[in-house]
């Protein structure tokens, strides 16, 4: 549980009892590479720390596998669009490697909020940031060429040398065969 209250400390420090209360609801779950995490029609009801490995959020457009988001060790997952609403979700979340995740139930942290205002305080901070995130990723979209997507990428070496070919075209919004040339073109 070290790494999960070292990733919370980016957004606030805990009190002892905060932390033991967090603590109370998490549990550690390993999954094999290929596995879903989640799985589609599946409502959300977890957030999930990556504690080693690497996942990916994903869907089917006219049969095509488009990934949308890749999370790494250290960082939080989940589908918030069915997490909040409580709608099943459309998209699915899949390991791309032997994975070992902090799953946080989160109708047990949801009421926890009034109990504890300071653990209200800190998922608010982590998900106004995976908010500004998703802006981000949206304008990168819309304002930067794939090649552009691409140069940003190669700033996460570890996106490059561990995920598959056909899921970074996907999140990039390219096919294999343009992000082929374009890393003709750089190289």
């Not at 570890?158 to 294999?176: D, F, R």
Request: charged fraction near 20%; proline fraction near 2%; include cysteine.
């Amino acid at each position: 549980m070290d790494k999960l209250f070292k990733y919370f400390q980016k957004y606030t420090t805990l009190n002892v009892e905060s932390r033991a209360t967090l603590e109370k609801i998490c549990s550690i779950v390993n999954i094999k590479k290929g596995e879903n995490l989640q799985s589609f029609g599946q409502t959300c009801k977890t957030i999930y720390f990556i504690n080693a490995g690497i996942a990916r959020i994903y869907y089917y457009k006219d049969g095509v596998d488009i990934t949308e988001s890749f999370s790494f060790e250290g960082e939080i997952i989940a589908r918030v669009e069915s997490l909040f609403t409580g709608n099943p979700s459309q998209k699915a979340i899949q390991v791309l490697e032997d994975t070992e995740v902090i799953a946080i139930n989160a109708s047990q942290l949801f009421s926890l909020y009034d109990a504890h205002p300071q653990i209200e305080r800190l998922f608010m901070l982590i998900f106004e940031a995976g908010y500004v995130e998703t802006v981000n990723r949206i304008e990168s979209i819309q304002f930067h060429s794939a090649e552009e997507r691409y140069l940003a990428l190669l700033k996460k070496p570890q996106l490059i040398q561990k995920i598959p070919l056909k899921h970074i075209a996907s999140y990039l919004g390219i096919t294999q065969v343009s992000l082929s040339r374009i890393r003709a073109h750089i190289n």
